[in-house]
Each structure stands twice: as structure tokens, then as C-alpha cells.
Nanobody, 126 residues
Framework: VQLQASGGGLVQAGGSLRLSCANSGRPLNTYAVGWFRQAPGKEREFVAAISWSGDNTHYAHFVEGRFTISRGNANNVAYLQMNSLKPEDTAVYYC????????????????????WGQGTQVTVSS
């Protein structure tokens, strides 16, 4: 499993970005996926998660209503659509995956994930 996060960049406050998480080794269709972020000087924090069925999602309160996690039609990619971005959303965003679980489960703790991508930088200017 080799996860690769992409889609980060520099955007003005109020703008949007869509992050992608792909698995170069195998499809993501049986993996629960999560997004985390880490800002300079801060600990890594949970952002959003989706079950491998795609039926269940969960968000951190500070992104609720602004971010949407989803899976691609072929279930090979997971996305994080980020709207109404704020300067405090600036961080390196990581995707994570876990397999071997029931289709409806999702996870919010970083230690619950087996695989991690390399991260993609998101910078929101004021």
C-alpha cells in the first residue's frame, strides 16, 4: 500500500481545494480512509473519515459544513473537498487508510490507521 495525497496549494480565504488520496498499490475500495492535518507547532489532528462502503462519514467539528469526504466512483480514490477555507485551515494534510474491517466502520484516531500518505501542503491566505 502506497498512499499518495495530492491537490494541496495556496488559496485565499473563502476559496476551495479538493484533495485526493490514491493507493498506488491496490484500489482503495476495501479501506476505511481518514484525513488528518498538522499545522506548524501543533499535533496532528483528525479532520474527516469515511467507511469503505462510503455510507458513513464523520467530521471534526471545526470543518463540519465546509469539508466533504467522499470516494470516487470506482472507489479507487478518496477525496476531501474543502470549501470556505480559513487561514486556520493551513496545514499539511495527510490521508490514512485501514483495511480488514467491516464496511460500515470508520476511525478518528491516528493510531487506528495502518497506512499513511506523505502529506500535501494547504496554505490559506487572509
Amino acid at each position: 500500500v502506497q498512499l499518495q495525497a495530492s491537490g494541496g496549494g495556496l488559496v485565499q480565504a473563502g476559496g476551495s481545494l479538493r484533495l485526493s488520496c490514491a493507493n498506488s498499490g491496490r484500489p482503495l475500495n476495501t479501506y476505511a480512509v481518514g484525513w488528518f492535518r498538522q499545522a506548524p507547532g501543533k499535533e496532528r489532528e483528525f479532520v474527516a473519515a469515511i467507511s469503505w462502503s462510503g455510507d458513513n462519514t464523520h467530521y471534526a467539528h471545526f470543518v463540519e459544513g465546509r469539508f466533504t469526504i467522499s470516494r470516487g466512483n470506482a472507489n479507487n480514490v478518496a477525496y476531501l473537498q474543502m470549501n470556505s477555507l480559513k487561514p486556520e485551515d493551513t496545514a499539511v494534510y495527510y490521508c490514512a487508510a485501514r483495511t480488514g474491517v467491516a464496511s460500515y466502520l470508520l476511525f478518528v484516531k491516528s493510531y487506528e490507521y495502518d497506512y499513511w500518505g506523505q502529506g500535501t501542503q494547504v496554505t490559506v491566505s487572509s
